[in-house]
């Protein structure tokens, strides 16, 4: 059985495709800490850094979704 991690509703979809036709090719990455790290976060392609403990998680839309492998409980 395959566990869907990361999701989307039509309407976040819709607000994705806006996002991607004005900056090109995006990621989601959430930080582990507190503050406004821990909540998810859009970014162009190449404009965040992807830290070697950050985790994959599956892709919303076509985006990567990445967490910090702190955050992940399996």
Do not use: N, W
């Amino acid at each position: 059985m395959i566990v869907e991690r990361v999701s989307a509703t039509e309407a976040a979809k819709a607000v994705i495709d806006q996002l991607r036709a004005k900056h090109g090719e995006l990621i989601f990455h959430q930080s582990g800490g507190c503050c406004d790290g821990s909540s998810p976060m859009c970014f162009a392609k190449g404009d965040f850094l992807i830290g070697a403990r950050d985790i994959c998680l599956g892709e919303i839309h076509g985006c990567k979704f990445y967490m910090a492998s702190a955050q992940v409980f399996l």
